[in-house]
């Protein structure tokens, strides 16, 4: 029976809620494993799942330096779409879209997952038509897509400034009602307990400090916790990429990291039921189910280790929100944070065996890790499990850059503050 | 974040705008080595801690900057000049100013 479900909340419920099992053990490490993965955060867990559950690798453990979910998948703005260009990305983030739409049933924990559409406002002529170029491309892929008139925006969005002497008017939008929001820790919660009920041990507070070597192949990990030799070493560590790959003497990557920024207002009564992103600058922005905006912007743009952000972008940010929405300029915000990005030489991942001959590397996901997450997880498992990619993933390699076979969805070429 | 250009002195990151890795070495614009412009269009060292890079102070004298900064604390232990004889003259002139 499922753990969580009318009966077992109800019979809880009278018992004090003293009876709940906790949602993953805390093991210590064992000597070895199958496979380890590095990294606890919505990609390492969500693999961990996949493993166990579709390739029936259980023997799995994933180390986190930090608490589970301390990174990425906690310090996003929780969109999830799937309105891209490239047929490459378009199929991948499709696919992880299907994911979403049975992702609380599937893992009997509700993510929240509200398809509550996502608006890419246009505000020239030339950008509503390039708008309709990749809806056009959307839709030939079988994603939905449907351009709308001012009017209509209006109507979906009453505070929005649609009035000729905004600052950038709004001629149209590009809009996937299938797109929407997710609870963001849930996720990583619902995956964790999936992989720990499932034998995968989840084990925080280990860092990894170095990589165990026979002559080239990678054999284990040493760890805070101790040395744990592994017949497979899989990387999901996002923003840290660098850093980790450097402890495996791989000096240089096609990625820098960055920090994206991200706030939060104070709680509204319901002001807006889409994400909307804003086409003259770099703004989007959602309502949380418990009231607050949450919106973000640019990365800082330049490369940076620091979970924290600095001013010029908190102020880009805001005027953004108020071009769009002057009525919001009295909301205070509550807070503001950053996470750190691997923002790839073609602003698209790498989901690849290797570079080392017993690893696997899953990172460069530039702004859209949240979204990528149950397709990134189900892809890098099928990877770790049959030593090669699945259909998916298999345009996302490592040396795509070097054979010419580039996945640059916004053409600016290999400028990662760009992407 | 402040920058400190050696010709105008501390001014606000705002007025710089970032060119990226100063690691990186252009290859002789004949050279034909496939390698070399491989590594340096897409390979970066990103290093979490000191690093080598280029800025502009393009709201300012417009002059690029060899900035050593440090990606985790945002430090900035050294700037000059990136072109090497250019930056010399005009650091003399920056050091004759009261």
Redesign the interface.
Known sequence: MAEYSAFSLLANALKGNKDWKPAWRKPDPKASYDVIIIGGGGHGLATAYYLAKEHGITNVAVLEKGWLGSGNVGRNTTAVRSNYLLPANTRFYEHSMKMWEGLSHELNYNVMFSQRGCLNLAHTPAQFDDYARRGNAMRHLGVDAELMTPAQIKRLIPALDISSDARFPVVGGLMQRRAGTARHDAVAWGYARGADRRGVDIIENCEVTGFLRDGDRVTGVTTSRGDIRARKVAVAVAGST??VM?LAGI???????HVLQAFVTESLKPFIDTVVTFGMGHFYMSQSDKGGLVYGGDID??????QRG?L?IVDEVMSEMLALFPGLARVRMLRSWGGVCDMS?DGSPIITTGPLPGMYLNCGWCYGGFKATPASGWTFAWTIAKDEPHDFNAPFTLDR??RGLVIDDKGQG????LH | MLITCPYCGPRDVIEFTYQGDGNRERPDPASQNFEAWNAYVYDRLNPAGDHNEIWQHSGGCRAHLRVVRNTLTHEISSVAFASGDHGSTARRKAEDKP
């Open positions: 660098g850093r450097r000096e240089t990557m096609p990625i820098e990291s743009g330049y490369n940076s280790y620091a600095n010029p030489m850059f070097h290999a400028n990662p503050r």
